[in-house]
């Protein structure tokens, strides 16, 4: 209930005082791709579909496949910046805001993604919101080893303190991860 209540207000005090880069970020977006905000279906929490917000980072035909697959030409120079600077995430407070995600909590897969899927859902990792960053964003572990992705995962989900909830929102903030590879 305490992290719930700190989703809530983290989210909505970050959108009322980030609106203006918001707004920013969209405008030079439609300039980028005509297209700035990115939506896609993920597996949420007991494995039920939600729809993902970011901002859009790679041209507009790119296949919605997961990032370590997805080839670095399809990421526009805008793009490069907002992965970087992780502005791309900003959206997701949205999907916080209502209930879909946590700050902190194992990254969203695809629905396509079945081996990630087989070895979470052995490890109960569904039964937990997911999140914008945590453990595994932090180490730098992303989608493309399944194995060791759900271990850590269900290893910041055990071990998930006050402490641990700041200090992985604190460490992304300053730059620690660099989130899924991109070929």
């Not at 005509?34 to 035909?61: A, C, H, N, W």
């Not at 791309?88 to 700050?103: A, F, H, R």
């Not at 932090?138 to 759900?150: E, F, G, H, R, Y």
């Amino acid at each position: 209930m305490l992290i719930r209540t700190l989703d809530f207000c983290a989210a909505f005090l970050g959108l009322l005082f980030l609106w203006p880069i918001l707004l920013v970020v969209t405008l030079i977006g439609l300039f980028d791709t005509g297209s700035p905000i990115f939506v896609q279906e993920r597996v949420g929490r007991y494995k039920k579909p939600f729809t993902l917000i970011k901002f859009r980072t790679m041209s507009v035909d790119t296949k919605s496949v997961a990032s370590h697959l997805a080839s670095s030409t399809s990421i526009t120079k805008f793009g490069s910046f907002l992965r970087k600077t992780k502005i791309d995430e900003l959206p997701q407070l949205i999907n916080v805001l209502k209930g879909e995600m946590s700050l902190v909590g194992p990254r969203p897969n695809l629905f396509n993604q079945e081996e990630l899927i087989v070895e979470r859902d052995a490890l109960g990792i569904y039964n937990v919101l997911p999140g914008i960053t945590g453990l595994a964003q932090v180490q730098n572990i992303d989608m493309s080893t399944p194995k060791l992705l759900a271990k850590t995962d269900r290893e910041m989900i055990d071990n998930l303190t006050l402490a641990n909830y700041i200090r992985y929102i604190v460490m992304t903030a300053t730059g620690s991860g660099k989130g899924d590879a991109v070929k």
